[in-house]
């Protein structure tokens, strides 16, 4: 078991290392074209390779995209509530809770514990997580009201193509597969060296309440992920994939939308450092937890 969980997050924990002394080296990497090449083809391409190839379950996937979206709502209430009983602005704290870093640590370990079908669900999560952070997490940290990321987000238009052609009972030919399987493979290193980098370029000026905040982030998702997965009936690599991606540290976007709207991005740097620094340190707990499901 020790040797099973070490081969699943040594590969994780390795690559965002390479990618944080990369960028403490001053080496080149533009974060903004990475997130791009991530977000508008490696993941779509992954998503349908993903799903035509392993023939996923659509009900399964449907479930899946519930519990991401129950995932955020609750984690947002506890967030919301908590943060106006300690006289603290939600539109800072509240998103911290609400979205995990599913993209660059949750997907990899997905894959690592449970395969392609593992991956195929953890990237039905990300899409949909990425989707409502965009949509719902902006219009928190802005004030403004705005959906349109969650309809124009190139994976959940990946899944419904998929969907039509799984309904169908068709496929794509080979030529298609192995351009799909090409480009969606650039997905997981990426994203993996952008955490690095990323996690190299935050501001930490604050730890205090961050810490507290964190540790509610893990704790919190990995009861609330558990709790949903149960009740939505899940099972095997679904259950433990959305357990995983619900235990993951505080999305990395959630300090780029605090810093953009300056939501005090000195305080949510920290949460994000604290939260992926314990997360890494509780890795091996939770992988030993799932894959004993």
């Keep these: 078991m020790i040797l099973q969980i070490f081969t699943i997050i040594a590969p994780v924990i390795f690559i965002a290392a390479l990618g944080y002394i990369w960028e403490k080296r001053k080496?080149?990497?533009?974060?903004?074209?990475?997130?791009?090449?991530?977000?508008?083809?490696?993941a779509p391409c992954l998503m349908l390779n993903t799903l035509l190839h392993n023939k996923v379950d659509l009900s399964v996937v449907a479930?899946?995209?519930?519990?991401?979206?129950?995932?955020?709502?609750?984690?947002?209430?506890?967030?919301?509530?908590?943060?106006?009983?300690?006289?603290l602005p939600p539109r800072v704290y509240a998103p911290a809770l609400m979205f995990p870093n599913s993209g660059n640590m949750g997907m990899p370990l997905c894959l690592f514990a449970?395969?392609?079908?593992?991956?195929?669900?953890?990237?039905t999560f990300f899409a949909t997580m990425a989707g409502l952070q965009f949509s719902v997490g902006a219009s928190i940290a802005?004030?403004?009201?705005?959906?349109?990321?969650?309809?124009?987000?190139?994976?959940?238009?990946?899944?419904?193509?998929?969907?039509?052609?799984?309904?169908?009972?068709?496929?794509l030919p080979e030529w298609a597969f192995n351009i799909l399987a090409l480009l969606g493979n650039i997905m997981i290193p990426l994203m993996l060296l952008s955490l690095g980098t990323s996690l190299a370029k935050l501001q930490v000026a604050?730890?205090?309440?961050?810490?507290?905040?964190?540790?509610?982030?893990?704790?919190?998702?990995?009861?609330?992920?558990?709790?949903?997965?149960?009740?939505?009936?899940?099972?095997?690599?679904?259950?433990g994939s959305v357990i995983i991606q619900s235990t993951m540290p505080i999305a990395v976007f959630t300090y780029?939308?605090?810093?953009?709207?300056?939501?005090?991005?000195?305080?949510?740097?920290?949460?994000?450092?604290?939260?992926t620094i314990l997360s890494f340190l509780t890795l091996p707990f939770l992988m030993a937890f799932v894959l004993s499901l």
Excluded at 68 to 75: D, G, H, K, N, P
Excluded at 145 to 167: D, K, Q, S
Excluded at 212 to 238: C, E, T
Excluded at 257 to 275: Q, Y
């Design 63 to 87: 479930r899946i995209v519930l519990a991401a979206i129950l995932l955020v709502i609750i984690m947002g209430a506890i967030g919301w509530a908590l943060a106006k009983v300690l006289k």
């Design 142 to 171: 802005s004030g403004k009201f705005a959906l349109r990321g969650l309809f124009t987000n190139p994976v959940i238009i990946a899944i419904v193509f998929a969907g039509i052609l799984m309904a169908m009972d068709a496929t």
């Design 256 to 275: 780029m939308f605090a810093l953009r709207f300056d939501n005090r991005p000195e305080e949510v740097a920290a949460m994000v450092f604290i939260s």
């Design 114 to 123: 449970f395969g392609p079908t593992g991956l195929a669900f953890a990237v």
């Design 206 to 239: 604050s730890f205090g309440r961050s810490i507290g905040f964190s540790v509610l982030r893990l704790a919190g998702g990995f009861v609330v992920g558990m709790g949903i997965a149960y009740v939505l009936g899940l099972d095997g690599a679904a259950r």
């Design 27 to 42: 080496m080149p990497f533009d974060t903004n074209v990475i997130s791009y090449l991530c977000s508008y083809i490696g």
